[in-house]
């Protein structure tokens, strides 16, 4: 097992935590935020944002690359038709089921195990995507 | 009415404040557990330059299994290793929630295993073909200052919004 796996495991584990602990690994939440009944969600990304923000847009600024190795280099996708014909899938299924990718996998460790569904369900969803659109 | 005389009515008229109407389980948890998440991201890509994300895990970890070109691209074999440790780390740090300051202990949904299914089905194929999720475009899309990521996650959002109202309004609970 190299560095850099274990730097995403222990990673993983404190991203993992942090969206239990705010309430993301319930669909009810998630979904209490999308039906407007509660606004923290925004509040969540907001500071996860903002966190991320100072490690790739300052931290950089005072090291000069990645500790292990490797280069920084912020996170930019090319904008297209399938960017925002994506989304509006993907804002369906959220606000039909209150689960991301993110979520889900946050869910079934705290032991919500109907999310098997959705998360058998989202390997399909990304199989048919890359087999009949990619 | 203006958005003051709003707020102003809901304070003193029904006793309530407007952040406790705006947030009714308090800011707290949701601010205090963003930063956590934030904190997770941001020592990955000190350490290593990578992108903490998700969606991107389910092509990566079909590439194992299918012969099909699209998941046999180079980007996918390079990291679809990191990617892995990095879910089953999320399911035990979320586990390890549960299992110690977790007022819930482990816990179930009511949501109906068919939301969970056709709705995963959409967040699977919605988040590959946009190239991002709540994580990709949300966290590490916009703390990146991209424009494609901002356009991505107000279209998730809004359209979110308008199916979880839509459903509700249908009688679908919760």
Same mark, same amino acid.
């Given at each position: 097992m190299n560095s850099r796996n274990v730097v995403l495991f222990v990673g993983g584990l404190v991203f993992g935590f942090g969206l239990a602990y705010g309430g993301m690994s319930k669909p009810e939440i998630v979904l209490s935020f999308l039906q407007l009944r509660d606004y923290g969600l925004?509040?969540?990304m907001g500071a996860a944002m903002a966190t991320t923000f100072v490690a790739i847009n300052i931290v950089p600024r005072f090291v000069e690359k990645p500790v292990l190795g490797g280069e920084f280099k912020p996170r930019t996708r090319t904008f297209n038709r399938n960017t925002i014909v994506g989304? &509006?899938?993907?804002? &369906?299924?959220?606000?039909m089921s209150g689960q991301c990718p993110g979520s889900a996998l946050a869910s079934l460790g705290t032991?919500?195990?109907p999310v098997l569904f959705g998360i058998a369900a989202m390997f399909v969803g990304a199989y048919v995507m890359g087999r009949f659109f990619g | 009415m203006t958005n003051c005389e709003f707020i102003f009515k809901i304070r003193f008229l029904h006793g309530r404040s407007a952040r406790s109407i705006m947030f009714p389980l308090g800011i707290y948890p949701y601010l205090v557990g963003g930063l956590i998440i934030g904190v997770g991201v941001a020592f990955v890509y000190v350490l290593t330059g990578l992108h903490a994300t998700q969606s991107s895990f389910f092509s990566t970890t079909i590439s194992y299994f299918s012969r099909i070109p699209y998941f046999q691209r180079k980007t996918y074999l390079e990291s679809r290793d990191w990617r892995l440790f990095f879910a089953v780390g999320v399911i035990l740090g979320a586990m390890i929630y549960a299992v110690t300051?977790?007022?819930d202990g482990f816990w179930t949904t009511s949501v109906q295993w068919w939301r969970l299914l056709v709705g995963g089905f959409l967040v699977g194929f919605g988040t590959r073909l946009s190239s991002g999720c709540t994580s990709g475009h949300g966290i590490s899309g916009?703390?990146?200052?991209?424009?494609?990521?901002l356009y991505a996650v107000v279209t998730f959002i809004v359209v979110g919004v308008i199916t979880a109202n839509v459903m509700q309004l249908m009688g679908v609970a919760p």
């Open positions: 925004l509040l969540l989304a &509006v899938i993907f804002g &369906v299924g959220w606000g032991g919500n195990l | 300051i977790s007022p916009l703390a990146s200052l991209s424009t494609t990521s």
